[in-house]
């Protein structure tokens, strides 16, 4: 944490650290306030003495779903310093796995794969803390953490208690939840404190439910292959699509993807390519079909392809400070020196070109915190 001016007052509270230093996207100006909590009573602790004093909270885990302004955070970032993961109860082959919520999510995945667990593998190298995997019902490679999460223990700051939501309280949906629903200026009412999961000892093997991991597997979608392995191929495909953290590679400078796959009416085929990838996503409340769209594809045939960058004036051009992954589309990348301004200007240049293109408007998946796009 070089170059920062930070000073720490009586309420344990430090002022003056760069948000960039804290978020995947490495952009991101000063934090008023910032309070390390180390365990969940102290997180529970300054969350309450802030919301009393009716300043502004944010709540951060691993910073790799945020995005931060420029400006900075004009009141207290509490971060989730506290680790574990315990096995809480095992019955047969059901194994009940608590986490901690500043658990660093990958290394729990490792371990619950290192464990002989299954559920967890195929979210291998999401970056972030296990306590914001229910925010947006974390999802990869045709899982997300709804089918296997129990429950989450948490702090509502609305009721001034501690509480405990269940599966059906969360209310899942695509990169959805109730906790994600309940944000009111990036800080959302429910604050997860741990999360437990039912996952099982199957013998070291584990279902593959997407097609590009079956194949790189050698097996069909729907058969099994050995926990270790998928883990390991997980990765692979991920790392190649620069979706795994490395500092040493600005692909990954980023907040993942940034914007969902769109789910709209079946309707919409008619306005696309015949070879638009469209996979069914339910219905919706009148009984429409849905289908949901590769954001990647739309993006990438709207014109904007790998590496697209643009100039101070907003012109295209190569080797700007910030840019599309140059592996995938769906990523907007740091490039070394990029404000969260820069970030910004490439995705609603992208947006916008989609919908000129396209007719359908993307909707970014991070949390913005003060900005817009
Ligand atoms: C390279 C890369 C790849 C990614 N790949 C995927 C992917 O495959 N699938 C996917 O779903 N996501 C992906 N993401 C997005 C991100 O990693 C996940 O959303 C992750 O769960 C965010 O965790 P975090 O701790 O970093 O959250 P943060 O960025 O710290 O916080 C995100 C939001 O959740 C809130 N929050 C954080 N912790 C809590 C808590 N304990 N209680 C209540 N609110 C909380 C914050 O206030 C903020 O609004 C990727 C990101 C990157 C950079």
Same mark, same amino acid.
């Given at each position: 944490m070089s170059g920062r001016v930070a000073t720490t007052g009586s309420a344990g509270i430090t002022a003056g650290i760069r948000l960039a230093e804290y978020t995947t996207s490495r952009v991101g100006g000063p934090a008023a306030g910032w309070v390390a909590a180390g365990s969940a009573e102290k997180a529970t602790e300054a969350i309450r003495s802030i919301d009393a004093a009716g300043t502004p909270l944010l709540i951060l885990g691993g910073g790799s779903n945020t995005l931060m302004a420029d400006a900075g955070f004009p009141g207290t970032v509490v971060q989730l310093a506290f680790r574990g993961v315990e096995v809480l109860k095992e019955t047969g082959e059901s194994v009940h796995v608590r986490m901690a919520a500043g658990q660093d999510w990958d290394e729990a995945v490792a371990w619950t794969v290192a464990q002989g667990l299954t559920g967890l593998e195929a979210l291998s190298g999401i970056p972030g803390s296990a306590g914001a995997t229910p925010v947006q019902n974390v999802g990869a490679y045709g899982s997300d953490i709804s089918r296997t999460l129990v429950s989450v223990q948490a702090w509502d700051r609305q009721a001034g208690e501690l509480v405990e939501l269940s599966h059906e309280d969360l209310r899942f949906g695509y990169r959805d939840?109730?906790?994600?629903?309940?944000?009111?200026?990036?800080?959302?009412?429910?604050?997860? #404190? =741990?999360?437990?999961?039912?996952?099982?000892?199957?013998? =070291?093997?584990?279902?593959?439910?997407?097609?590009?991991?079956?194949?790189? #597997?050698?097996?069909?979608? !729907?058969?099994?292959?050995?926990?270790?392995?998928?883990?390991?191929?997980? #990765?692979?495909?991920?790392?190649?699509?620069?979706?795994?953290? /490395?500092?040493?590679?600005?692909?990954?400078?980023?907040? !993942?993807?940034?914007?969902?796959?769109?789910?709209?009416?079946? =309707?919409?085929?008619?306005?696309?390519?015949?070879?638009?990838?469209?996979?069914?996503?339910?219905?919706?409340?009148? !009984?429409?079909?849905?289908?949901?769209?590769?954001?990647?594809?739309?993006?990438?045939?709207? !014109?904007?392809?790998?590496?697209?960058?643009?100039?101070? /004036?907003?012109?295209?051009?190569?080797?700007?400070?910030? =840019?599309?992954?140059?592996?995938?589309? #769906?990523?907007?990348?740091?490039?070394?020196?990029?404000?969260?301004?820069?970030?910004l200007a490439i995705a609603r240049t992208v947006r916008d070109g989609v919908e000129a293109q396209w007719g359908v408007r993307l909707h970014p998946e991070p949390v913005l915190v003060g900005c817009v796009l």
């Amino acid at each position: 944490m070089s170059g920062r001016v930070a000073t720490t007052g009586s309420a344990g509270i430090t002022a003056g650290i760069r948000l960039a230093e804290y978020t995947t996207s490495r952009v991101g100006g000063p934090a008023a306030g910032w309070v390390a909590a180390g365990s969940a009573e102290k997180a529970t602790e300054a969350i309450r003495s802030i919301d009393a004093a009716g300043t502004p909270l944010l709540i951060l885990g691993g910073g790799s779903n945020t995005l931060m302004a420029d400006a900075g955070f004009p009141g207290t970032v509490v971060q989730l310093a506290f680790r574990g993961v315990e096995v809480l109860k095992e019955t047969g082959e059901s194994v009940h796995v608590r986490m901690a919520a500043g658990q660093d999510w990958d290394e729990a995945v490792a371990w619950t794969v290192a464990q002989g667990l299954t559920g967890l593998e195929a979210l291998s190298g999401i970056p972030g803390s296990a306590g914001a995997t229910p925010v947006q019902n974390v999802g990869a490679y045709g899982s997300d953490i709804s089918r296997t999460l129990v429950s989450v223990q948490a702090w509502d700051r609305q009721a001034g208690e501690l509480v405990e939501l269940s599966h059906e309280d969360l209310r899942f949906g695509y990169r959805d939840s109730v906790i994600k629903r309940s944000m009111l200026d990036s800080t959302p009412r429910w604050v997860v #404190l =741990s999360v437990d999961f039912r996952l099982h000892r199957s013998g =070291s093997i584990a279902p593959v439910r997407f097609a590009q991991l079956a194949q790189a #597997l050698g097996v069909d979608e !729907g058969e099994s292959a050995p926990l270790e392995t998928v883990r390991h191929q997980v #990765l692979r495909l991920r790392a190649g699509k620069g979706m795994v953290l /490395d500092a040493q590679d600005q692909d990954t400078w980023s907040t !993942g993807s940034f914007f969902t796959n769109p789910i709209l009416p079946a =309707s919409v085929r008619a306005h696309l390519p015949g070879d638009a990838p469209a996979y069914g996503a339910g219905q919706d409340e009148d !009984g429409e079909k849905l289908v949901k769209l590769s954001a990647a594809w739309l993006i990438d045939r709207a !014109g904007f392809g790998k590496g697209f960058g643009l100039g101070p /004036d907003e012109q295209a051009i190569a080797g700007a400070r910030a =840019s599309l992954s140059t592996k995938h589309t #769906l990523a907007v990348t740091n490039r070394g020196h990029a404000s969260t301004a820069d970030l910004l200007a490439i995705a609603r240049t992208v947006r916008d070109g989609v919908e000129a293109q396209w007719g359908v408007r993307l909707h970014p998946e991070p949390v913005l915190v003060g900005c817009v796009l």
